[in-house]
């Protein structure tokens, strides 16, 4: 391995690339700040942990609705303008969120509005950001990409909850006025990066086209598998959306208090990503995964069991390093899998299993929180993620088995080359 490349660090060299994550560290502080405010003010207004639920169903509802029409817009249109525009809509979210603050918000439903607005924007904005990562580094060092953006955007999650737990402290107009700004500076970054797709035929716009991502991953069983092992798992092991809750009635811990806890999932995902970014994963990539889902699973059950804060600490932090290795098998075999022509509508797909296992699953956290209590729901949860792993194991050996990532495929289009490493411009994600 060359000095350039050590630790992961030699994409870096690429202008737009450290764009890309510029803009993406900033947006992931605000957008996690911006969590930490919106889950403590509604539970703090209504004191319903169905509530906190309902906040990932008005994201998870128009990102379903609109996900694979947006996978095509990704290999359709300009997937930097696509981004950009995200970002503006998110900055519009969080403007309305301390307009309601500073008008004296007493009802939730303003809330649950603007997050549905905001859940239409990522909608837009995920299959765009994930479908241009590919095209920013060689094929070689695209491991090495996956493991360092993640590894970024895990910082930016460190930093984000902990910020605006202590903003918190001043009110949440405070952390609602940061998030606007952070925002704001990661939309200049966005339109500083330069992005070049690869020139292809624009194939007419038809239910057939949008539909294309889910024909490609139903036919390739280790995606398949890959991505709906990530669904349901996390689906049923979302216990990061009942934290609010969890801070304040049964670790009798303040908005800080909540702030260091949504921070500690992060912290061990970003030093697992930092450790894959030294040491990627080169065999037994089926083992590491399930693996990976295991630990989640586990960690999930003893956070139930503890209203210890130290040992709810490293129940966060095993959660947040298992998920980090299914994140990474799962992103580097669905990119390698794909050919560039129609990445943007795998991504899509890719994206609603993501979003559904996040709000979704936060959604089912709170409804079974309130059918069952607080704690139960966790350990029901952390107990249905180790059954899905033991069935996808069975239902899956292809990827169970799978010892190595296969080679990266080149575009199948014969009209337009691959384009060279020079070619490649990085896109800001969030």
Not at 7 to 15: A, D, F, K, P
Not at 77 to 96: D, K, T
Not at 268 to 293: E, K
């Amino acid at each position: 391995m060359s000095s350039t490349n050590l630790g992961g660090l030699g994409v870096l060299r690429h202008r737009s690339f450290a764009f890309y994550l510029a803009a993406r560290l900033l947006s992931a502080v605000a957008v996690q700040m911006q969590s930490v405010a919106i889950g403590w003010q509604v539970y703090a207004l209504t004191g319903d942990v169905f509530d906190l639920g309902l906040i990932g169903l008005a994201q998870f509802a128009p990102f379903f609705a609109l996900i694979l029409i947006s996978g095509q817009a990704a290999d359709r249109f300009n997937r930097q303008n696509i981004i950009s525009l995200g970002l503006a809509a998110e900055l519009v979210c969080s403007l309305l969120l301390l307009g309601f603050t500073v008008a004296g918000l007493k009802v939730v439903w303003p809330v649950f509005a603007v997050l549905v607005l905001f859940g239409s924007a990522r909608a837009f904005m995920m299959p765009a950001s994930q479908a241009i990562l590919m095209n920013l580094v060689p094929a070689d060092s695209f491991g090495k990409a996956v493991a360092l953006s993640s590894s970024s955007f895990h910082a930016a999650v460190i930093v984000g909850p902990t910020l605006g737990g202590l903003l918190y402290l001043a009110g949440s107009r405070a952390v609602y006025t940061v998030v606007a700004a952070l925002l704001l500076l990661s939309l200049v970054l966005m339109r500083f990066a330069r992005a070049t797709q690869q020139p292809r035929r624009r194939e007419p716009a038809s239910w057939s086209a949008v539909l294309e991502g889910l024909r490609f991953v139903w036919s390739r069983p280790a995606v398949l598998g890959a991505i709906s092992l990530d669904l349901f798992a996390v689906l049923f092991g979302g216990a990061v959306a009942l934290l609010p809750a969890y801070a304040r009635d049964v670790l009798h811990a303040g908005p800080t208090g909540l702030g260091v806890l949504r921070t500690v999932p992060a912290v061990g995902a970003a030093l697992t990503a930092g450790a894959l970014a030294v040491w990627p994963i080169a065999t037994r990539v089926g083992r590491w995964m399930f693996g990976g889902v295991a630990v989640f699973g586990l960690a999930t059950i003893a956070l139930g069991q503890t209203r210890s804060f130290p040992v709810a600490l490293v129940a966060l932090f095993l959660i947040g390093a298992g998920d980090m290795v299914s994140v990474y098998i799962r992103h580097i075999l669905v990119q390698f899998e794909t050919p560039d022509a129609i990445r943007g509508r795998v991504s899509a797909v890719n994206a609603v299993f993501i979003g559904a296992s996040n709000e979704l699953g936060e959604f089912e956290s709170g409804l079974t929180a309130r059918w069952f209590g607080l704690l139960p729901a966790i350990l029901l949860g952390g107990t249905a993620t180790l059954v899905v792993a033991g069935l996808w194991a069975w239902g899956f050996p292809v990827l169970s088995r799978m010892d190595r990532f296969p080679h990266a495929k080149q575009d199948p289009d014969p009209a337009p080359p691959p384009a060279t490493p020079a070619e490649a411009a990085a896109t800001p994600a969030v």
